[in-house]
């Protein structure tokens, strides 16, 4: 036993010597941490296709590895510094949680490159990343107003962080440009993930007498429910059209693929800074799907906005922004609320009928 | 359609995998044995479900795949446990890192894909009635199945002479020995019954729950599952309550939030398991009875002298 | 047929072999799953376990991922021998953690001194102690199930951590996500070696192991618990009270997995956030079983575990395959553990059997 055990020992040491020095081509090794599994169909899933089709553009002049499923505890680091190790010299550091460990990383390797999504600290070598997805729920919150009926929206939010809070004032900042009168109900389910739960909360909305479903959170379950229920709703991260042929009027893509590009590319040719990405509908990191479901004055009101957008006319935090308490939000951007009181929202707009869960 | 039908309608949906994987672990475990694997049964049986369903446009192949790959899990179970008598626990929890991989391996293909769920029964007149029709004659094959699961273990563990020696086995494996009863082969069926059901659970989540299937969709459900059994006492009838209960609350906390009560939405989220903890002291108080209900040889390895 | 047969005495070639017999069973299984997938199957076994073991940076990380599992570990076997069934040390972890943390939010930026560290660990502890009291409780008390309820106080738990560090305790200057404030340096738990991840918990870790021997091997309680576990009645005759005993072991456990969580989040992860564990509590399960709910043997199947979790890793990186192929095949390599181990108290008969016999034993008596 000990001998086989030695030998097959022996023959793995010579191979691996002998790959290693086969594979030590001069490639850009580039790694990815998600935070769920690559075939979530949501959040992950689109920073997977950004990995492909960096891997279609640059063809064999990189190299891509990913770590899925790493937990943004006490795991994160080692996953991000494992990378690091190995010669991958730039790494996307893909969920808000992965911030700390990559700053602790990137202090440690000074010559790889980090970007971090939706994060907020940089360095030299660490850059931040995301989307304007709020832009997106702007014209969503007024295709809704045209579509709904009774005038209610259902919400099914995830975690109450930033990004969703300003996801859903958003929304209601649009559809109150339409009908000032709108209500919305927000169910929280705790979970990114819970195609289950998903579906129940979807239902318990329905059955409260919404007829639109908003979602931010990662499965199709509730488009499938607005499908099955005869009503209308929004896809999230990725086209759900396939989930939902009558129920979908648009869905907000996250489009990471061309950023994806576009960084590896300056990483080949010495030229990657570190800097704060934040990006809409203007250079396609936020995408809307195809406007289907509805009548053609509603498809053709959403293409304005999304033009307005698109060319800087319309912001959708235009101040005055007015709270739940109906005064004014205090406005540091000049015209506009600034991208640091977007990105750190915590409170409700005017309309919200709700409390926002932990204040 | 009114607001508590409806609700019952979503409670007997988010009820019946959690009943119907918890059924089959009841009898593995009345048998003696302890199979902490059926998370991982479940997420296999929603994978091989949902391939099965895919290939073929037919739901009923989903079922049956499901089904199977719940019994293969479990006969790799049954060959450990029984047959090289390995700790159960251990086996159980490895289990389900098993089924957790091997399922992400075969849905890897199916990501953004969907199949047509299970259709629901439709008699004419009957599921037209008012409030109850749609409750009682407009569910699908599965909800119905679950029942009848329940109601068949009962009938089976109690009025028959095999769910006798099913319960003598677990109850007093050395004794069931030697009286001559094949304990080990009696198990090995509850094992791959139990395997069948968690897989059939599984398989309900693709099939009829939400048509898709994603990594990791069951969210956990299989471990509330094996709760469940203990909240029941290890009591077909009591298994229905605390399955119903269970969904119960989960619905209702989703449309407490939904008409806007303020709560913490974390507080409403953890109502479910409060629940459960509460109505658990509440029976276990009057009946007054410390752990006496489990099958004393639970989880106990067993080698037969020859 | 195969049979299994109760060996006399247990066999030492056999205890020394069983670990071998599971590994190569593993090589002859990883070669086959990879000649099919493609891939070099010995390069593949390397790079699992080998590398991992070549390169201090690896071992450090094995040390760190092993010592919170060792140390909920040990605490589990207290309860699993004593036939107390704890499966919600993955709550009791967050408790914990969120109890320590709690001293840490209290103390940021004023100028408290070096006792901070340890009496976090030490409300860590408490605070594991207490919610793991609940379910040990309500089963001496009530007579409810304490599997059924620690585990579903784990959710609980996750929902507590959550609804503090999204409201109460969130960072004021963290853009108001999710997470208090980078811990002060008094509220950390120090690096034991410079430039590595290794802390103070590793040293814990290691005196837990020691103690718990100790306890187990050389003291009346420890003897009180081998006995209640192995029998019940005999133990009762003694005088030995079960609740009591109920009621300390997962105060135990609980203190452990609670310690375990403060250390985490004082050591590795810096600061109070959601998703500090990834399933350690129910990953130390399998660590308590398959170190046979000895303390040295958990000690070794922790940083065997871990082991495995560093070459799944690894295999991501180097050899390009998913997650969950790796996870198949730490499924795969516990099977051949646990089963080989199981060698050790019995041995395989083949016996030939006649229509007659088979006939038989189908029918009754064996």
């Known amino acids: ?93 893909t969920s808000f949680g992965y911030m700390d460990p990559t700053l602790k990383v990137a202090k440690k390797f000074p010559k790889t490159f980090f970007e971090h999504s939706t994060g907020f600290k940089r360095a030299e070598n660490v850059g931040t990343y995301s989307g304007r997805f709020y832009e997106g729920r702007y014209i969503q919150g007024q295709i809704a107003a045209k579509m709904s009926k009774k005038g209610v929206i259902g919400y099914i939010g995830s975690f109450p962080i930033p990004e969703v809070i300003s996801g859903i004032n958003a929304t209601m900042i649009g559809a109150q440009s339409i009908n000032p009168d709108i209500k919305v109900k927000i169910i929280w389910v705790n979970t990114w993930f819970d195609p289950g739960k998903e579906a129940d909360a979807a239902k318990a909305l329905v059955d409260q007498g919404v007829d639109i479903i908003m979602q931010h959170t990662d499965s199709p379950a509730a488009m499938q429910i607005a499908e099955s229920r005869g009503i209308y709703a929004f896809g999230q991260d990725s086209d759900m059209i396939k989930f939902g042929p009558k129920a979908q009027l648009t869905a907000i893509v996250n489009n990471w693929a061309p950023y994806y590009v576009q960084q590896a590319k300056l990483a080949m040719d010495g030229k990657w800074k570190s800097g704060d990405t934040w990006q809409g509908l203007k250079d396609k990191m936020v995408m809307m799907a195809p406007y289907t479901n509805m009548p053609d004055d509603v498809k053709k009101l959403a293409t304005e906005t999304e033009a307005a957008i698109t060319s800087g006319k319309l912001h959708v935090f235009k101040c005055p922004v007015v709270g739940q308490d109906g005064k004014p939000i205090e406005c540091k951007g000049g015209q506009n609320l600034d991208d640091g009181q977007i990105l750190s929202m915590n409170y409700y707009v005017k309309g919200v009928d709700d409390k926002v869960p932990g204040k | 359609m009114g607001l508590l039908e409806a609700i019952i309608l979503a409670v007997l949906a988010a009820s019946t995998p959690l009943l119907l994987a918890a059924a089959g672990e009841l009898v593995t475990e009345r048998a003696g044995v302890l199979n902490l694997g059926v998370e991982g049964m479940m997420i296999m049986g929603a994978a091989c479900g949902f391939a099965g369903a895919y290939f073929t446009g037919s739901t009923i192949v989903g079922a049956v795949c499901g089904i199977l790959a719940g019994v293969g899990m479990s006969a790799v179970f049954a ?64 909800v119905y199945g679950s029942i009848a699961l329940v109601i068949g273990i009962w009938y089976f563990l109690y009025r028959t002479r095999a769910g006798l020696v099913l319960r003598a086995v677990g109850d007093n494996h050395a004794s069931a020995h030697a009286l001559g009863y094949p304990v080990l082969t009696i198990r090995t069926f509850a094992v791959l019954f139990g395997g069948a059901c968690a897989g059939l659970g599984g398989a309900y989540l693709p099939l009829a729950y939400t048509p898709f299937f994603i990594s990791g969709m069951t969210a956990g459900r299989g471990w509330i599952a094996l709760a469940l059994v203990v909240f029941a006492s290890w009591m077909p009838g009591r298994l229905v309550a605390g399955a119903y209960l269970f969904g119960a609350v989960t619905i209702l906390q989703l449309h407490a939030q939904g008409a806007g009560f303020g709560i913490p939405s974390q507080l409403m989220t953890a109502l479910p398991y409060l629940a459960t903890i509460l109505v658990l002291i509440v029976i276990s108080r009057t009946r007054g009875t410390i752990g006496s209900a489990a099958p004393a040889s639970l989880g106990l390895v067993f080698v037969p002298d020859r | 047929m195969l049979v299994l047969e109760k060996r ?49 940076y690896s071992l450090q990380e094995i040390t760190v991922k092993a010592t919170p599992l060792v140390l909920i570990g040990v605490g589990l076997s207290f309860c ?9 040390a993955e709550g009791q972890f967050l408790i914990g953690a969120v109890c320590g943390s709690w001293l840490a939010v209290v103390t940021h930026g004023t100028e408290a001194g070096p006792w901070v560290m340890p009496a976090m660990l030490l409300f860590g502890a408490a605070g594991g102690a207490l919610y793991a009291l609940i379910p040990a409780l309500c089963r001496v008390k009530f007579g409810a199930s304490e599997i059924l309820v620690s585990l579903m106080l784990v959710y609980v738990a996750e929902l507590i951590l959550d609804y503090l560090v999204r409201g109460p305790w969130r960072d004021p200057k963290g853009m108001n996500f999710p997470t208090t404030a980078e811990f002060d340096s008094v509220a950390t738990v120090p690096i034991l070696i410079e430039g590595s991840r290794v802390h103070l918990g590793a040293l814990i870790a290691l005196i837990v192991v020691a103690g718990a021997w100790l306890l187990l091997s050389r003291t009346i309680k420890g003897f009180e618990i ?19 005993l109920i009621l300390f072991t997962f105060a135990v456990s609980g203190a452990l997995a609670g310690m375990a969580g403060i250390i985490e989040v004082a050591g590795p992860v810096g600061h109070l956030q959601p998703g500090i564990s990834p399933g350690y509590g129910f990953t130390a399960i399998i660590v308590a079983f398959l170190g046979r709910l000895h303390p040295v043997g958990i000690l070794i199947a922790g940083l065997f575990l871990a082991l495995t979790f560093i070459g799944g890793e690894m295999a991501q990186i180097t050899l390009k395959v998913p997650l969950d192929l790796t996870k198949v095949f730490q499924g795969i390599l516990l099977f051949y553990v646990l089963a080989c181990d199981s060698l050790i108290a019995y041995r395989l008969r083949l016996i030939r059997t006649q229509r007659k016999v088979a006939h038989e034993v189908a029918n009754g008596p064996a």
Request: hydrophobic share 50%; glycine share 10%; no cysteine.
């Open chain 1, 1 to 93: 036993m000990r001998k086989i055990l030695i030998a097959a020992t022996t023959a793995a040491l010579t191979f691996a010597a002998g790959s290693l020095s086969a594979g030590a081509a001069e490639k850009l090794k580039i790694g990815l941490v998600y935070l769920g599994p690559v075939g979530d169909f949501g959040w992950t899933y689109q920073h997977e296709v950004g990995r492909r089709e960096m891997v279609k553009v640059l063809g064999d002049k990189i190299e891509t590895t990913y770590l899925e499923n790493v937990n943004e505890g006490p795991d994160s680091e080692r996953a991000i510094e494992q990378l690091a190790r190995t010669g991958h010299k730039l790494i996307f550091t």
């Open chain 2, 79 to 142: 060959w450990l446990t029984l047959g090289l008598a390995v700790n159960q626990v251990a086996a159980g929890l490895a289990l389900t890192i098993l089924g957790v991989g091997m399922s992400g391996l075969i849905g890897a293909g199916f990501v953004g894909e969907r199949i047509t769920a299970v259709p629901q029964l439709w008699l004419p007149v009957l599921t037209d009635l008012p409030f109850v029709g749609r409750i009682l004659f407009g569910q699908n094959a599965l």
């Open chain 3, 8 to 56: 006399a005495e247990r066999s030492a070639l056999i205890a020394v072999a069983s670990p071998l017999i599971a590994i190569v069973l593993t090589l002859v299984t990883i070669a086959i799953l990879f000649a099919l997938l493609g891939k070099d199957p010995l390069f593949a076994l390397k790079v699992y376990f080998l590398d991992p073991l070549n390169d201090p």
């Open chain 3, 80 to 88: 699993y021998l004593a036939n107390a069934w704890n499966i919600g």
């Open chain 3, 226 to 244: 081998r006995l209640v576990g192995v029998a019940s009645k005999a133990a009762r005759f003694s005088g030995f009270s079960s609740d009591r």
